[in-house]
């Protein structure tokens, strides 16, 4: 098992370029499911998460062309439908081939995703949107088996418990491409990662309007061409390095990010103290040695990002004072919260909420990634820590995170692999 070494101390100082969204990135690359011709992704992030969905493409018979620069996707005539449970458990985005497999093949089989530590993650909204369609959905061994002869546009209401669902949009626009008739899914997803794909439906002709607001209307058309796309930049990366030069008191120049796609995390960390010089499509991130506490509550965009709450507790950890992080994503999303205060943080969980008790140091331990976005949390952790970090279990970085140890190495920092 490999493990991320990290000697705290060093200020991030420099430039660091931002990789392609993988949250756009997946749901793209299952709507190019959605046509026998070839469709051209570029800009996307090498990542496992991205291989992953490329394995499932070619388990679905499609023809998959990688190279550093761009993917390309031809189903062709295929006709499987089957996505199988071995590869849908280690991803959970996965489920999105649901949608387009139901729009084109009117058969869809694809593996329930089970479960995942950063809570419960049910695909009822999903279910709801498909059957709302028109689609039969039955659960059988495991698996989600819809079909539908015909599928009718339809009003279909897709808020949930914790607010809207952004693969379940997804999913439901890409069903609701040849339906007959138009399709008005209301409390829809606004994240980025929602427009990025209506816009490849669009290129590849699809009428999708409205993605961004929370009603998103879907005219049916015939058929779908191939279409070029390039995804749009990592949100949740570039807000990941924005912490980085926090946490370090440093002074980092983020590229290639949306600065309109961050504004709840700049807000939240510019009353923190933090100070960002927006030019040209990059961000200049300063900060000040000694921040303030914030209170900070996770909601769906344009909220602040559940997949920045950890990030954001381990800068928190060691700001000095008090400050409440509550998660209304995913109320037990706080595996981290143990593994931070193995290296002195002093965070208590009360209910979805994180009280942390910042203090003026932390030290360096071994410690356990959970998830994706703990492992990048512990990371920054250790890059403020006294003396050495190891994390494991750095296969979670690795589904998300674009070389992550060499971007930190180019802006200072002293992190290597060690591999075991
Ligand atoms: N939910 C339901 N029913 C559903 C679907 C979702 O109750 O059918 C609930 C979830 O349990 C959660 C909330 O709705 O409480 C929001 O979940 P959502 O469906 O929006 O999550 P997702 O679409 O499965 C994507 C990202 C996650 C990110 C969430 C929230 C991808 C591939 N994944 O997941 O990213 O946390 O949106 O923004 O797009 C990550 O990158 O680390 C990650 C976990």
Not at 31 to 49: E, F, N, Q, W
Not at 149 to 178: Q, R
Not at 216 to 221: A, C, L, R, S
Not at 288 to 313: C, E, I, N, S
């Amino acid at each position: 098992m490999d493990y991320v070494e990290i000697k705290g101390g060093q200020p991030l100082r420099g430039t660091v370029q931002v990789s392609g969204s993988k949250n756009a990135t997946l749901p793209i690359l299952a709507a190019c499911l959605l046509t026998s011709k070839t469709s051209v992704i570029r800009g996307y992030p090498h990542l496992r998460d991205v291989d992953t969905m490329i394995r499932i493409l070619r388990a679905l018979g499609v023809s998959v062309r990688v190279s550093y620069q761009r993917i390309e996707v031809t189903p062709g005539k295929s006709r499987k439908f089957v996505a199988p449970y071995g590869l849908v458990s280690t991803m959970r985005a996965s489920i999105c081939v649901l949608g387009p497999l139901l729009a084109r093949q009117h058969k869809a089989q694809v593996s329930l995703p089970g479960g995942c530590v950063i809570g419960p993650r049910p695909i009822d909204l999903h279910l709801k949107g498909l059957k709302a369609l028109g689609a039969q959905i039955r659960i059988e061994h495991g698996y989600v088996v819809a079909e539908a002869k015909v599928l009718k546009g339809s009003d279909i209401y897709l808020g949930g418990h914790f607010g809207s669902s952004v693969l379940a949009t997804g999913n439901v626009i890409m069903a609701s491409v040849f339906a007959k008739g138009r399709t008005l899914i209301e409390d829809a997803a606004t994240e980025p990662e929602v427009v990025d794909l209506a816009e490849f439906l669009n290129k590849m002709g699809a009428r999708v309007q409205g993605a961004g607001t929370h009603v998103i209307q879907v005219d049916g058309v015939d058929r779908l061409h191939g279409a070029d796309h390039t995804v749009i930049p990592d949100r949740i990366e570039a807000g990941t390095f924005i912490v980085g030069a926090a946490v370090t008191g440093g002074d980092v120049t983020i590229k290639n990010c949306r600065l309109g796609h961050l504004n709840a995390a700049v807000d939240k960390l510019q009353q923190a103290g933090v100070d960002f010089v927006r030019s040209d499509g990059a961000l200049r991130v300063r900060a000040p040695r000694r921040l303030k506490p914030v209170d900070v509550t996770t909601l769906p965009y344009p909220g602040f990002p559940t997949d920045m709450q950890a990030q954001m507790m381990a800068l928190m950890s060691v700001t000095p004072g008090i400050s409440v992080i509550t998660e209304k994503v995913y109320p037990d999303r706080f595996m981290h919260v143990s593994e931070l205060n193995r290296m002195g943080s002093h965070i208590f969980l009360e209910g979805s909420s994180a009280i942390v008790n910042g203090v003026k140091s932390l030290s360096g331990a071994q410690v356990m990634a959970s998830d994706l976005r703990a492992s990048a949390a512990l990371v920054l952790a250790g890059l403020v820590a006294e003396g050495k970090t190891l994390v494991s279990r750095v296969y979670h970085l690795d589904r998300g995170y674009e070389t992550l140890e060499q971007k930190l190495v180019q802006l200072g920092a002293q992190v290597r692999r060690i591999k075991k």
